[in-house]
């Protein structure tokens, strides 16, 4: 059998080989998965931000824009940037955003060290 794996659409088109006897079709869909082994999987670690990170540079030049630059919110990175964090209320309320995870990068994929407490370990939205 070989296959054609459409990872974008999550199918694979599978035809049985010339060498096998079939009754019925020879050429038939299979559903993919993006689980670990599968051959759609993608590393769930690819592209992902560190939260502690993201909060010392949000902490620390927040007003700048460089914390939402870094999880991959440009546009509001530029305009934090270019109006000192709306007068710092935006800088503020940025900070406190991030502190009670309500804000995450653009793939939604935070990595956490272990020693965080539980309660500081962000969920995905």
């Known amino acids: 059998m070989s296959c054609n794996y459409d990872c974008d659409a999550l199918i694979a088109t599978c035809t049985v080989l010339d060498t096998i006897s079939c009754t019925g079709d020879r050429t038939f869909t299979q559903e993919l998965n993006r689980y670990e082994g599968s051959a759609c999987y993608i590393d769930s670690r690819e592209g992902t931000r560190s939260y502690v990170v993201a909060l010392l540079l949000s902490l620390f030049l927040g007003w700048t824009g460089i914390d939402r630059l870094y999880t991959g919110h440009v546009a509001l990175a530029l305009l934090k940037f ?27 994929v935070w990595v956490v060290p272990d020693y965080l407490p539980r309660l500081w370990r962000p969920t995905r939205w």
């Open 82 to 108: 270019m109006t000192f964090a709306f007068n710092w209320y935006g800088w503020a309320l940025d900070f406190i955003l991030l502190l009670t995870q309500r804000t995450s990068p653009v793939n939604g």
